[in-house]
């Protein structure tokens, strides 16, 4: 994670130092990746929460039949909880499918963003740069080819290690909950128990 953050933000700040007015423009597109990241990051933990749960409960079902297989044997129940399975793990793949594509809508939604702002808006604005022969600050000369595609590149570079971004979002939030919860364990008084001193 500190690997993507650290090298979306230098590329970042290097294609500010090769030319501001580009840079700018291509930075255009930042608050919108950071919006869907965040959105992909709550749908990926719920999936993660939602699915971990069905799976729980299936284990749990599972485990029940097998430790009193014997009397499931005895009454006939093999088909009941053979059906009573097959409907949660219908609903389990149900549930995973429906979230998955919203998932991939996200993700689709955020690489379109991503890549259209920095490939065709780059490419636009970089040659009509060049071909009004603007005035780059930073290097006291006009835009040139060079000053461009370095500026492209290393804004296709933040792209790309910003989008993964969302996923260790994702596991950091989770981490959060989990030490909630064991903190919340930790913090509980216990019952006294009424029967045995």
Not at 76 to 99: F, P, V
Request: hydrophobic share 45%.
């Amino acid at each position: 994670m500190l690997t993507c953050l650290s090298m979306g933000i230098s590329s970042i700040i290097i294609s500010f130092i090769k030319g501001w007015k580009l840079a700018i423009v291509l930075n255009s597109y930042i608050p919108i990746i950071v919006v869907l990241n965040y959105l992909r990051s709550q749908v990926n933990l719920k999936s993660k929460i939602i699915t971990a749960d069905m799976s729980a409960k299936m284990n749990g079902d599972v485990f029940e039949v097998f430790e009193n297989i014997k009397t499931v044997k005895y009454l006939g129940g093999e088909e009941y909880e053979l059906d009573r399975y097959s409907k949660d793990l219908d609903n389990y793949r149900a549930t995973s499918i429906r979230l998955q594509k919203k998932m991939a809508l996200i993700w689709s939604i955020t690489a379109f963003c991503s890549y259209a702002s920095v490939f065709a808006l780059g490419f636009w604005y970089g040659c009509k740069l060049i071909a009004d022969e603007a005035f780059n600050d930073n290097t006291g000369a006009n835009y040139n080819i060079g000053d461009v595609i370095s500026i492209f590149f290393c804004m296709y570079i933040s792209a790309a290690n910003f989008n993964p971004l969302s996923g260790h979002f994702a596991n950091l939030n989770g981490c959060r909950i989990a030490f909630k919860k064991i903190i919340h364990m930790i913090k509980r008084k216990p019952r006294k128990s009424q029967g045995f001193q």
